[in-house]
């Protein structure tokens, strides 16, 4: 199954063109590993309510499978995605962010810090990742391989799962 993405990356710099995007560039990468197709991609500055009408717009109006953002998830002041994405979220996947913050504690303490979530709105999953490089690739890394999984259950692909051998 081809997965459809969007990326939404959050950067005042980024959207002035003051600071070029390398974490965008490494979600559309990494994407391909999943058989994701990266359909829609923009840079816009960090304002909650512009936030939230992207996200929308690319679940209700582009029907996307996945959107990921990067960006926005730290403890400064304009750092407003997770409150973005939870005012436009049905359901909250709370194991997916708990992964990545876990997974990233492994390198560095400050992973603690991060407030990215995770969750489901109508048949779309929306993941925030951090805003640098190296936080992107790691925190996808985490969750990539379940999230082909995530949407077939999500989307009434799939029905149960198989029983296990014993």
Known sequence: MKLTVGVL????KGSRGEREDISGKIIHEMVEKINGEVKYYDIIPDERELIEEYLIRYVDDYKLDLILTTGGT??????????????VIDKEIP?????????????????????????????????NLPGSPKGVRE???????????ALEILQGKMGEHPKSFK
């Not at 730290?74 to 005012?87: C, I, S, W, Y």
């Not at 997974?103 to 929306?126: H, M, N, Q, W, Y």
């Not at 925190?139 to 999984?149: G, K, S, T």
């Open 9 to 12: 990356t959050l950067s005042d």
């Open 95 to 127: 194991g997916l962010a708990e992964e990545m913050r876990r997974v990233s504690r492994e390198k560095t303490p400050f992973a603690l810090l991060s407030r990215a979530i995770a969750g489901s709105r109508k048949d779309s999953i929306i993941i």
């Open 74 to 87: 730290g403890l400064a002041k304009r750092d407003v995605t997770p409150e973005a994405t939870l005012a």
């Open 139 to 149: 925190n996808l890394a985490a969750v990539i391989d379940i999230l082909p999984h």
